[in-house]
């Protein structure tokens, strides 16, 4: 327990907390929280009691975590903490709460050895300054399905199969953990996240009708119709595919949906889909946004975790202006492999533990923070190196929100 400057007092909620938890979570992110909907979370943070900020007897502001596991590129699944229902009230705001429960959240991470921190962001300028960098890309893509025309060269693999999506459970689990393992950014997704899809409630659809599902040996869809300004919208709500024939298959049969209009998937940016076209234009961005944002708790194991596309020798500094996780590293990698020392020899590299942490998943290019003066690297052919070193062999996503 600390108590700030302004007698705000820092501890670890306890059971008699959850309503007030409860009721700021509602007036701070503007939707409704009912029983069920704590419940659920209260399943998922289970282990790690969210930190609040206490005055005299009024909640005004929390910060958890729920325990997860992510994919990195290679493969590996690294432990992290999933920050979740960050709140300050209305009437405290600005006046360094946020600052307090982060600090005592991540001295609490920290002990627990993860080498990562997850989240997702309310709004894009908050978190740099805490050492979280946009770490995977999605696009929200518009297709005019009317004019769709597959490629004479696109794959026809067929083998989709209708179902209702509850009674299919395994066939989409079972995809989703084998996509999870080979997806960059990608969690393990608890049963109780499945259990919350398959109840599909109304007031979860979001104007749209119940789920249908398409399935594959290797691919799932999961979409809803509604109504759109011009016609029937098709909403793919997940798109999860392991192999390139699932993926043409499963585009084939939403493209087969010939009373719909249009449809809206999120692809990442390497989707292959406007090249399953004759006319890819068809495939339209209508946004482009960060989904998970990863922060970097301990440098060396979580560079050492994942696996890099070549041979590197480089001195890093990284500098962390919020914890001290930061340092100067001598990072080499061989045959994919990573070994990352600390050192006092003179840095090749310098970058923000933000920067690293949008580097990290292989979503953003170490090139193109250089060019925004975000990542100094003297020598250009070093900074050719480490772009191509941190990539990945896939797009990375995050497997669910949290
Ligand atoms: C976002 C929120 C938690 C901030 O709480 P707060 O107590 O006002 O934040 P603090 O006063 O501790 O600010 C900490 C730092 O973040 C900055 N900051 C806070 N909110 C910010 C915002 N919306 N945009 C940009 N910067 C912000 C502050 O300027 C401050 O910077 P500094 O310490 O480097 O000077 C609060 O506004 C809130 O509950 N919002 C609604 C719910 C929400 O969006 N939660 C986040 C979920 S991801």
């Known amino acids: 327990m600390t108590t700030t400057t302004a007698g705000i007092t820092i501890r670890t909620a306890t059971e008699q907390d959850w309503p007030k938890i409860t009721l700021l979570n509602e007036i701070c992110f503007v939707t409704p929280q009912n029983e069920e909907f704590t419940a659920h979370w209260r399943q998922l943070v289970s282990g790690a009691p969210p930190i609040i900020a206490v005055d005299e007897d009024a909640v005004v502001g929390a910060t958890m975590d729920i325990p997860m596991t992510v994919t990195v590129p290679g493969g590996e699944g690294v432990p992290a903490a999933g920050v979740t229902a960050v709140t300050v009230a209305p009437t405290h705001r600005r006046r360094g709460l946020l600052r307090a429960l982060y600090t005592e959240h991540h001295a609490r991470i920290r002990t627990s050895?993860?080498?990562?921190?997850?989240?997702?962001?309310?709004?894009?300028?908050?978190?740099?300054?805490?050492?979280?960098?946009?770490?995977?890309?999605?696009?929200?893509?518009?297709?005019?399905?009317?004019?769709?025309?597959?490629?004479?060269?696109?794959?026809?693999?067929?083998?989709?199969?209708?179902?209702?999506p509850a009674e299919a459970r395994?066939?989409?689990?079972?995809?989703?953990?084998?996509?999870?393992?080979?997806?960059?950014?990608?969690?393990?997704?608890?049963?109780?996240?499945?259990?919350?899809?398959?109840?599909?409630?109304?007031?979860?659809?979001?104007?749209?009708?119940?789920?249908?599902?398409?399935?594959?040996?290797?691919?799932?869809?999961?979409?809803?119709?509604?109504?759109?300004?011009?016609?029937?919208?098709?909403?793919?709500?997940?798109?999860?595919?392991?192999?390139?024939?699932?993926?043409?298959?499963?585009?084939?049969?939403?493209?087969?949906?010939?009373?719909?209009?249009?449809?809206?998937?999120?692809?990442?940016?390497?989707?292959?889909?406007?090249?399953?076209?004759?006319?890819?234009?068809?495939?339209?961005?209508?946004?482009?946004?960060?989904?998970?944002?990863?922060?970097?708790?301990?440098?060396?194991?979580?560079?050492?975790?994942?696996?890099?596309?070549?041979?590197?020798?480089?001195?890093?500094?990284?500098?962390?202006?919020?914890?001290?996780?930061?340092?100067?590293?001598?990072?080499?990698?061989?045959?994919?492999?990573?070994?990352?020392?600390?050192?006092?020899?003179?840095?090749?590299v310098v970058l923000d533990l933000d920067v690293l942490g949008s580097l990290y998943l292989g979503a953003h290019r170490a090139r193109t923070f250089a060019a925004a003066n975000r990542l100094q690297a003297a020598d250009p052919d070093v900074l050719d190196r480490v772009d191509h070193a941190f990539g990945a062999d896939r797009d990375a996503q995050m497997g669910w929100p949290f």
Do not use: K
């Open 113 to 164: 050895g993860v080498p990562l921190s997850l989240l997702t962001a309310s709004e894009g300028g908050i978190y740099g300054r805490f050492g979280y960098g946009p770490a995977t890309v999605e696009t929200t893509s518009s297709i005019d399905r009317r004019f769709a025309v597959p490629h004479p060269r696109a794959p026809d693999p067929g083998g989709v199969r209708m179902v209702h």
């Open 170 to 348: 395994v066939a989409f689990t079972d995809v989703y953990d084998r996509w999870q393992r080979v997806t960059p950014g990608a969690q393990v997704r608890p049963g109780i996240v499945w259990n919350r899809i398959f109840a599909d409630r109304e007031s979860e659809r979001g104007g749209g009708t119940s789920l249908f599902g398409l399935v594959h040996d290797d691919g799932y869809v999961l979409y809803r119709r509604m109504s759109g300004d011009n016609g029937t919208v098709a909403r793919v709500e997940e798109i999860r595919t392991v192999t390139r024939d699932a993926h043409a298959a499963l585009w084939r049969a939403l493209l087969g949906l010939d009373l719909v209009r249009r449809i809206e998937a999120h692809l990442t940016p390497e989707d292959p889909l406007p090249y399953l076209l004759t006319d890819g234009r068809l495939v339209r961005t209508t946004s482009r946004h960060d989904e998970l944002w990863v922060r970097i708790m301990d440098v060396p194991a979580a560079l050492e975790a994942r696996r890099y596309r070549t041979d590197l020798d480089v001195v890093i500094q990284v500098d962390d202006g919020f914890l001290d996780a930061g340092g100067r590293f001598a990072l080499t990698v061989r045959d994919g492999t990573a070994m990352c020392i600390p050192t006092d020899s003179t840095p090749q």
